[in-house]
């Protein structure tokens, strides 16, 4: 089945220092991606997403680039923030026989210094 | 706009006890989910809609019921509470199963003792 694998954290960095947080998939067929946040005592929300290989997307300052030769979705920041310290999840959600099941990977938990 | 939302936000249970999550949308959203986060496990998905009367097992289904009878309520059923049934249960919903991103609710964090 489909699966998604995060870069282990916990994660903790500078202020303004440089965030890259790696996420490969394993999925047959063409699926969306995801990265979405979650902050203390909330749900998880939408950060940015890509439909299609080579799609890039971004939001805050945070990008991804959907490479499907190396079925990878890396989230980076070039520049974060005391306000960027989350919990940082990538997931999938595929065609087919698993439309409907979206799979998320175990998280990445990013605190930032100021 | 209310989005997703979810009650209770926090309940305890007895080991056997019986009790019903609720979750309800506002977005006329046909998909619906509901997952369960444990620590180190990220989200797993216990059972999802794709639309009113349609229901379907995800990863980790047993102890659990669903129905949905509306296009805005999806609601969570647990049989007879177990303590690994202990965690924090998020609802979500979608405009379609594919590539539109879930919108969450904020979470129910259930003890069973």
């Known amino acids: 089945g489909d699966s998604v694998t995060q870069m282990e954290g916990p994660v903790t960095l500078s202020e303004e220092a440089f965030l890259t947080i790696n996420c490969t998939y394993t999925a047959t067929g063409y699926p969306s991606l995801f990265w979405y946040v979650q902050y203390p005592g909330e749900g998880l929300q939408l950060l940015l997403k890509?439909?299609?290989?080579?799609d890039k997307g971004s939001n805050k300052g945070f990008e991804a680039t959907y490479r499907k030769e190396t079925t990878s979705f890396h989230l980076e920041k070039g520049s974060v923030q005391v306000s960027d310290s989350a919990v940082y999840f990538c997931?999938?959600?595929?065609?087919?026989?698993?439309?409907?099941?979206?799979?998320f990977g175990d998280g990445t938990t990013l605190t930032v210094k100021p | 706009n209310a989005g997703v939302t979810q009650t209770p936000k926090f309940q305890v249970l007895k080991t056997g006890q019986s009790m019903t999550l609720q979750c309800a949308q506002d977005?006329?959203?046909?998909?619906m989910s509901w997952y369960r986060q444990d620590p180190g496990m990220g989200l797993r998905l216990i059972h999802y809609s794709v639309g009113a009367g349609i229901t379907d097992q995800g990863e980790v289904p047993n102890g659990y019921n669903v129905s949905r009878s509306t296009t805005e309520d999806f609601p969570l059923r647990l049989l007879s509470a177990a303590p690994s049934q202990t965690s924090v249960y998020f609802c979500a919903s979608s405009r379609q199963a594919w590539s539109s991103p879930l919108h969450f609710g904020n979470g129910t964090r259930l003890t069973v003792t």
């Open positions: 977005m006329n959203h046909e998909y």
């Open positions: 890509a439909t299609k290989a080579d």
């Open positions: 997931a999938l959600s595929n065609t087919g026989t698993n439309a409907g099941k979206s799979t």
